[in-house]
């Protein structure tokens, strides 16, 4: 069974620093989507990340995968106000349905 | 395009009342999906369909059931709520499997059962 683990669960940072989210999963998968939620609105597709070594970047953020090592994550470079949401990664699973990750809740401070 | 809609977007039911969720979708998608949200957990797959007249089950599919009637409408209905049920259930859409379609998403239905 496919297992999807994000740390850190809650992060609290100060705008203009960098700083990773990490999506670590159980079993092979070679396909891993990133999803943004904004308090009590719905989900919004980030990234899909479809082979090992993928990168996607749209503005500072920047979502890789190493399938190898079972993990991806997103980086967040120079953190503005407007990127505080929870964030999911999402994997695909052997019965080619997504299993998520718990999130991350990311409050950014000016 | 209006996306994905959800009906109703609030519900407040006692235990043991029933009730049905509507989601529609207007992008001609073939496969559509009902999750649950729970604090502190990532949204869980309760049943889903592949295509109109097709349902199947998902990872907590107990004490609901679905229809796909038509193309565009997945239902889920609640026939015997319990507080266990209290959750924001959204319903998602797709061209075609998980494996390479993004998931599009409605708004949330937020249920409290009594």
């Known amino acids: 069974e496919l297992k999807v683990e994000q740390n850190p669960l809650f992060l609290s940072m100060q705008e203009g620093k960098n700083y990773t989210i990490y999506c670590n999963y159980s079993t092979t998968s070679d396909r891993l989507y990133w999803y943004r939620q904004d308090p009590g609105k719905s989900l919004e597709s980030l990234f899909v990340l479809l082979s090992n070594g993928a990168v996607k970047q749209e503005g500072r953020l920047m979502a890789s995968l190493d399938t190898k090592a079972r993990l991806s994550t997103l980086h967040i470079t120079a953190a503005v106000h407007d990127l505080s949401a929870t964030y999911f990664c999402?994997?695909?699973?052997?019965?080619?349905?997504?299993?998520w990750g718990a999130g991350t809740k990311l409050i950014i401070k000016p | 395009n209006a996306g994905v809609t959800q009906t109703p977007k609030f519900r407040v039911l006692k235990t043991g009342q029933s009730m049905t969720l509507l989601c529609a979708q207007d992008m001609n998608h073939e496969y559509m999906y009902w999750y649950r949200q729970d604090p502190g957990m990532g949204l869980r797959l309760i049943h889903y369909?592949?295509?109109?007249?097709?349902?199947a089950k998902g990872e907590v599919p107990d004490g609901y059931n679905v229809s796909r009637l038509k193309k565009q409408n997945f239902l889920l209905g609640l026939e015997s709520a319990a507080p266990s049920q209290t959750s924001v259930y959204f319903c998602?859409?797709?061209?075609?499997?998980?494996?390479?379609?993004?998931?599009?998403f409605g708004p949330g239905t937020r249920l409290t059962v009594l």
């Open positions: 999402a994997v695909v699973d052997s019965n080619y349905q997504l299993i």
């Open positions: 998602a859409s797709s061209s075609g499997p998980p494996s390479y379609n993004e998931q599009f």
């Open positions: 369909s592949v295509g109109e007249g097709t349902t």
